[in-house]
Antibody, heavy 117, light 106 residues
Framework: QVQLQESGPGLVKPSETLSLTCSVSGGPIGDYYWSWIRQPPGGGLEWIGYVFYSRRTKYNPSFNSRVAISTDTSQNRFSLNLNSVTAADTAVYYC???????????WGRGIMVTVSS | DIQMTQSPSSLSASVGDRVTITCRTSQAISSSLNWYQQKPGKAPQLLIYATSNLFRGVPSTFSGSGSATEFTLTISSVQPEDYATYYCQQSFSIPHTFGQGTKVEV
């Protein structure tokens, strides 16, 4: 059973960089797809991107190159960096595992990040 | 991006009712359509993958169907634990996109 746990600051100042980590247990991250998805308060789900085979990435173009996802296979975790944040980036951020059937089976519990000065 | 349109955005149902939620996509996505259930304060949970495959542990009261650009999620007999918000999601192309959600309430 794969388990994911997000961690990072719950408050980020405007124009700064949001950095989150997802720790994975129950399986190695090296051979799979690992994603970040977010949900603003009261809103829907927005796919941010994923990393696969430890270093290949795909991102949502709507983030205009502000985003980077990376892995640390030695720690079995992956990370999200989102720079130049604004209040619009306030959301619950989820990490999730994309299965071979192209569905999100395993999710973290989510972490609320507020962008505010 | 593939646009996802769910309908209705909310519905009221009683225990035992049959409920159908529709998801339309802006272009054909073969069978690359998944359904999730989300309860307040919780992460989404996978119900149906690849249009019609029931994920392990999901009650058989849930079913999915469709193809190309129109898909449906059906709850054959709503139970108290089914009151939640439901999302469709396409994995046919990047970026993966979600419907806006359908809230099923009493």
């Amino acid at each position: 059973q794969v388990q994911l746990q997000e961690s990072g600051p719950g408050l980020v100042k405007p124009s700064e960089t949001l950095s989150l980590t997802c720790s994975v247990s129950g399986g190695p991250i090296g051979d799979y797809y690992w994603s970040w998805i977010r949900q603003p308060p009261g809103g829907g789900l927005e796919w941010i991107g994923y990393v696969f085979y430890s270093r290949r990435t795909k991102y949502n173009p709507s983030f205009n190159s502000r985003v980077a996802i990376s892995t640390d296979t030695s720690q079995n975790r992956f990370s999200l960096n989102l720079n130049s944040v604004t209040a619009a980036d306030t959301a619950v951020y989820y990490c999730a595992h994309l299965s071979a059937a192209n569905s999100y089976i395993y999710w973290g519990r989510g972490i609320m990040v507020t962008v505010s000065s | 991006d593939i646009q996802m349109t769910q309908s209705p955005s909310s519905l009221s149902a009683s225990v035992g009712d049959r409920v159908t939620i529709t998801c339309r996509t802006s272009q054909a996505i073969s069978s690359s359509l998944n359904w999730y259930q989300q309860k307040p304060g919780k992460a989404p949970q996978l119900l149906i993958y690849a249009t019609s495959n029931l994920f392990r542990g999901v009650p058989s009261t849930f079913s999915g169907s469709g193809s190309a650009t129109e898909f449906t999620l059906t709850i054959s007999s709503v139970q108290p634990e089914d009151y939640a918000t439901y999302y469709c999601q396409q994995s046919f192309s990047i970026p993966h996109t979600f419907g806006q959600g359908t809230k099923v309430e009493v």
